[in-house]
């Protein structure tokens, strides 16, 4: 199994409880758009800690980038990332993932679901392939939203956000719902991409399953 010790490069707020952590790139270490790796902080107590998280850069670039919603009210490997100041160092270890780029569809997002969307999406935008692309996207409040100024360059009013515990004047309020899925989708028959919790994630594909989507059409991580 490879394992890569790699430097903190810098540490940005995206949001109140997400950063965007630039670190080192491994000689000869590549990865495609919405693949992930098993990242653990290189500190005594903390190096079996592994946990998967998503690159959210691209692989032609020199450094790697991951963007991390941090859980504040667990003592997990999150909250300790969010402590970490440039130098300090990480191991990184095989890249892995399922959910791959498989042509224009519907990109179906809840909370930090959105990791392996943000690479794919910066790839559509360098290959000029955003069109025919559209993001739902499912979080809690409107402060949680990842990359919202990004996300509507990239997309416009492709871009669809939809909040379950918060009243918006400009966004949906809610669950992604089947009439929610049926009001912003106009052909079944394009592909549909999926990320966030697993009962989200079920409850979407099994929606999509009812409405005559065929599971080759659905792209998740396994």
Not at 66 to 94: C, M, Q, W
Not at 156 to 163: Q, S, V, Y
Not at 172 to 180: N, P, Y
Request: proline share 5%; net charge negative.
């Amino acid at each position: 199994m490879e394992e890569h010790i790699v430097k903190l490069i810098s540490k940005t707020p995206v949001t109140h409880d997400t950063h965007l952590y630039k670190v080192e790139k491994p000689a000869g270490y590549t990865f495609i758009p919405g693949q992930a790796t098993e990242v653990a902080i290189r500190k005594p107590g903390w190096e079996e800690e592994r946990r998967p998280f998503t690159f959210t850069g691209l692989n032609e670039w020199d450094h790697l980038e991951f963007t991390i919603k941090s859980y504040y009210d667990r003592n997990g490997v999150t909250k300790e990332l969010a402590t970490l100041n440039p130098g300090d160092e990480l191991l990184l270890h095989d890249v892995w993932g399922a959910i791959h780029y498989d042509g224009p569809g519907v990109f179906i997002a809840g909370g930090a679901g959105i990791t392996p969307f943000i690479a794919i999406f910066r790839d559509l935008e360098k290959r000029k392939l955003l069109p025919g692309n559209k993001l739902l996207f499912a979080n809690k409040r409107e402060s949680d939203i990842i990359l919202k100024d990004q996300f509507h360059g990239w997309l416009g009013d492709r871009f669809i956000n939809i909040l379950s515990d918060e009243m918006s004047n400009t966004y949906a309020h809610g669950f992604i719902t089947k009439d929610f899925l049926l009001e912003h989708i106009s052909d079944l028959s394009q592909k549909f991409y999926i990320c966030g919790p697993p009962p989200m994630m079920d409850a979407v594909q099994n929606i999509l399953k009812e409405l005559g989507v065929g599971d080759q059409a659905v792209i998740v991580e396994l």
